[in-house]
């Protein structure tokens, strides 16, 4: 993890996986500074398929939830473009569900799921 950006990405099997770093229990608007990079990161990656890979986080707000919206949007501009959660907490699925963003958004319980959901495609 660099000062510069608060979360590390690694290539699995051609999917970017983006690992949150353990200080994001809570992921609300506070937090979204810090990820602004991911937008970039959206628009650069080839193939256009990213994980974010939230183990530690618990707790999101509302705007988080339009982040991973707007995420998932900039990569479905591009071909073939996809974004996946995984490790998605109890808390999250609920919220995200409530809002109807699980409509949009692709959960998984573990790592290995989401990025074989991506790589598959």
């Known amino acids: 993890m660099s000062e510069s950006q608060p979360f590390h990405t690694e290539e699995i099997r051609g999917v970017t996986?983006?690992?949150?770093?353990?200080?994001?229990?809570?992921?609300?608007?506070?937090?979204?500074?810090?990820?602004?990079?991911?937008?970039?990161?959206a628009s650069t990656i080839e193939p256009a398929r990213m994980v974010v890979d939230m183990p530690?986080?618990?707790?999101?707000?509302?705007?988080?939830?339009?982040?991973?919206?707007?995420?998932?949007s900039r990569l479905q501009e591009r071909p073939n473009g996809r974004l996946?959660?995984?490790?998605?907490?109890?808390?999250?699925?609920?919220?995200?569900?409530?809002?109807?963003?699980?409509?949009?958004?692709?959960?998984?319980?573990s790592l290995d799921d989401a990025v074989e959901s991506l790589a598959t495609y």
């Open 17 to 41: 996986v983006v690992h949150l770093p353990e200080d994001y229990i809570s992921a609300y608007e506070n937090t979204l500074v810090d990820l602004a990079g991911l937008l970039d990161l």
């Open 84 to 109: 996946a959660l995984s490790s998605v907490a109890p808390f999250i699925k609920m919220a995200l569900q409530k809002t109807r963003s699980d409509m949009l958004l692709q959960m998984h319980d």
């Open 56 to 72: 530690h986080v618990k707790y999101i707000g509302s705007a988080f939830i339009g982040f991973l919206i707007s995420l998932s």
